[in-house]
T-cell receptor, first 112, second 115 residues
């Protein structure tokens, strides 16, 4: 079983829609969870990180962790064409907290 | 306040040549990480370095790949005798402390094409 699994999509939504992006993970010991955004031909940019369970909100973005089901989510409200990118979940794991294990990424397109 | 700087942005090499990728971390950061992104795959950890030390190279292919982070100058990822399978985007990241719990900052990457 892979440490982090992410539905690759692609996902296409109209402008203004609520977007839900999800990952599952295998190791219940994981405590930190993060989401990166990667625009085409660019490097990953850290969007949000959360610790343990619960929600964290930043503007139109909400990160949610459900440790009981090993499920992490990123919600985007009022999605904009500028949100079109690949979203990657990442978890410090692989036996050390400096090594990030990434999901394969979900390609999101927001259509005007 | 420049971010993580990588160069070149694009690199084309013929099979059998050497590729040298450079990474200058953010100011004040002494921890550097290299990741590789192959087509249709996620980002994969390659190596973690501090100044003059390789801390973890468990993700590096055993042959042809090496990395260094000298006391002065940028970190270098070196690929000898490149093959077509080395074509990928290589990203460098840096952090102030040697931990990824809060994420770290990535550069824009070097896209290596082997022809």
């Amino acid at each position: 079983q892979k440490e982090v699994e992410q539905d690759p999509g692609p996902l296409s939504v109209p402008e203004g829609a609520i977007v839900s992006l999800n990952c599952t993970y295998s190791n219940s010991a994981f405590q930190y969870f993060m989401w990166y955004r990667q625009y085409s031909r660019k490097g990953p940019e850290l969007l949000m990180y959360t610790y343990s369970s619960g929600n964290k909100e930043d503007g139109r973005f909400t990160a949610q962790v459900d440790k009981s089901s090993k499920y992490i989510s990123l919600f985007i409200r009022d999605s904009q064409p500028s949100d079109s990118a690949t979203y990657l979940c990442a978890i410090p794991g692989g036996g050390s907290n400096y090594k990030l294990t990434f999901g394969k990424g979900t390609l999101l397109t927001v259509n005007p | 306040n420049a971010g993580v700087m990588q160069n070149p942005r694009h690199l084309v090499r013929r099979r059998g040549q050497e590729a040298r990728l450079r990474c200058s971390p953010m100011k004040g950061h002494s921890h550097v990480y290299w990741y590789r992104q192959l087509p249709e795959e996620g980002l994969k950890f390659m190596v973690y370095l501090q100044k003059e030390n390789i801390i973890d190279e468990s993700g590096m292919p055993k042959e042809r790949f090496s990395a260094e982070f000298p006391k002065e100058g940028p970190s270098i990822l070196r690929i000898q005798q490149v093959v077509r399978g080395d074509s990928a985007a290589y990203f460098c990241a840096s952090s102030y402390q040697g931990q990824g719990d809060y994420g770290y900052t990535f550069g824009s990457g070097t896209r290596l094409t082997v022809v």
